[in-house]
C-alpha cells in the first residue's frame, strides 16, 4: 500500500504540474500529459493484471479497477487538450 501511495502522490503531483502548463500555456504540457496518461494507464494495468505466486492477482480485482479509475479522467482530459486549439 505504500508503494501505491507513493505513486498516486506522484501522479497528483505531476498531473497539478501539467495542468500549470497547460494554464500558462506551454508548449510542452500536451505531449507531457499524454505522456503521464499512458504512464498511468501501465502503472494501472500492472497492478490490475500482476500475479504472485499462488496464481491470483496480487491485488484484490476491486481495488485494481479502482486503480484503473483516475485513467478515464486523464483519458478525458487530454482528448480534451487536444482538441482545444494551442495558443500561439
Known sequence: M???SA????????????AWAVRR???W?????TVL??????????????Q???GDTGLPPALGWIGMAPC??????????WRRPRPE
Open 2 to 4: 505504500v508503494l501505491l
Open 7 to 18: 505513486i498516486g502522490a506522484l501522479g497528483v503531483i505531476s498531473w497539478l504540474c501539467t
Open 25 to 27: 500555456g506551454k508548449r
Open 29 to 33: 504540457a500536451r505531449p507531457a500529459a
Open 37 to 50: 496518461l499512458a504512464l498511468g494507464v501501465v502503472v494501472g494495468l500492472t497492478g490490475l493484471l500482476t
Open 52 to 54: 504472485d505466486t499462488s
Open 72 to 81: 478515464l479522467a486523464g483519458l478525458l482530459a487530454v482528448a480534451l487538450l
